[in-house]
């Protein structure tokens, strides 16, 4: 049963990361931070939402900026990719709810 899970998982970020590719506003870096995204999730048993810290997928999609990692996190949630709920707490994550495919 976790297996057919994680195959649906998997294909439903395949089908994200092909939208992606087809909005002229996405860069290297949003894929990147989708990518280190998809990581934690997938760490995190695919658990809606899930906590993640900068530290970490500035490290998984080898952004070096906070200030480029800030941006790119702000715009993956305004262009509905991602939910994300800052904590501004130096030692509690962020939540972030990954989105259900629609097509």
Same mark, same amino acid.
């Given at each position: ?7 649906? /998982? ?36 695919? /658990? ?11 490290? *998984? ?7 480029? *990692?800030?941006?790119?996190?702000? /715009?993956?949630?305004?262009?509905? *990719? ?14 972030? *709810?990954?989105? /259900?495919?629609?097509?």
């Amino acid at each position: 049963m976790i297996l057919a899970s994680s195959h649906q /998982e998997a294909a439903d970020y395949s089908r994200w990361v092909r939208r992606m590719s087809a909005d002229s506003r996405m860069l290297a870096t949003h894929v990147s931070l989708f990518a280190g995204l998809f990581v934690c999730w997938q760490r995190s048993g695919f /658990e809606n939402p899930f906590s993640v810290n900068r530290k970490t997928l500035m490290a *998984y999609s080898r952004i070096a900026s906070v200030a480029t *990692y800030h941006k790119c996190i702000r /715009e993956l949630d305004e262009f509905g *990719y991602i939910r994300y709920q800052p904590s501004y707490h130096p030692t509690k994550g962020s939540l972030v *709810y990954w989105p /259900e495919w629609s097509g």
